[in-house]
């Protein structure tokens, strides 16, 4: 949003030069300088834009600076989070985009396993990058800290390939039926065969699969409203997402 002016302010980079030095998209820019909100921001998602990274304009874009990478040295993706663990977390409902989903029905800030997800795939993506513009040390550690990050990922954030909601400041697990869990169904064959399996039974079965779509909170859930927005109806990005995870899952028929 650039508040409110009919024009973006930023050419081909849009607001990138003003994203915080921990990488993060602002929620809002103002036009001709970066006053902006911090808060509220959505999760790193440009890992997912291969061919904008790697070909064309994203190739262009890369190798002629107008976008630098993060410092895979520095905090920037893969901060430590509040509680040191490595894992990042959400403080708000709207840092996520589901913005009342069940997960966050307590107290925040709430760890959760699709944000992990997300940055596997952009920390990789950043690897691909560093290499294609020779910085071949930095891609050996963005990828590096990738794996680091699907391994805690599924240490803390499942049980018994289940996927699981954290309190972040008291460890405790936030019982819900949100779709939001499932998210990392994106990561394909990087997940473990149990937990891609567990991911796609839920997914397919009438757990949250209804005639129009997969509900964002399950429909047999006491806290599923129809008209609830992110508890209940359906949304295209969140489909998306995990069609394309199910898609490299091979459930191709299905998707």
């Known amino acids: 949003i650039y508040g409110g002016e009919k024009s973006p302010p930023f050419p081909i980079e849009g607001p990138l030069p003003c994203c915080s030095k921990t990488g993060g998209l602002l929620y809002f820019v103002r036009r001709k300088m970066c006053s902006a909100i911090n808060k509220l921001s959505k999760p790193f998602l440009q890992g997912f834009d291969e061919p904008l990274n790697l070909n064309g304009l ?25 509680d040191g663990d490595g894992l990042c977390e959400y403080t708000h409902g709207n840092d996520s985009g589901w913005d009342n989903s069940t997960a966050f029905r307590f107290l925040p800030p709430v760890t959760l396993p699709d ?12 690897g691909e990058i560093a290499e294609l513009i ?9 990828k590096e800290r990738a794996e680091q990050m699907l391994d805690k990922m599924l240490e803390k954030l499942f049980r018994d390939n289940r996927p699981l909601a954290i309190q972040t400041v008291t460890g405790e697990v936030t019982e ?30 009438d757990r949250f699969y209804t005639e129009h779509g997969l509900a964002t909170e399950s429909p047999s859930s006491s806290l599923y409203e129809s ?4 508890r209940g109806p359906i949304w295209a990005p969140s489909t998306m997402l995990l069609a394309d995870g199910l898609w490299e899952c091979g459930e191709k028929e299905f998707v």
């Open 115 to 126: 944000l992990a997800a997300f940055l596997v795939i952009q920390m990789e993506e950043l």
């Open 176 to 205: 819900n039926e949100s779709l939001i869990l499932y998210l990392p169904i994106v990561l394909g064959g990087r997940l473990p065969a149990g937990v891609r399996s567990y991911l796609i039974e839920q997914l397919k079965s």
């Open 227 to 230: 008209d609830g927005y992110w």
């Open 58 to 82: 994203g190739h262009m874009v890369v190798h002629t600076g107008a976008v630098g990478l993060p410092d895979v040295r520095g905090e920037g993706v893969g901060c430590q989070g509040q």
């Open 134 to 142: 020779g910085r071949k040390s930095d891609s050996l550690l963005w």
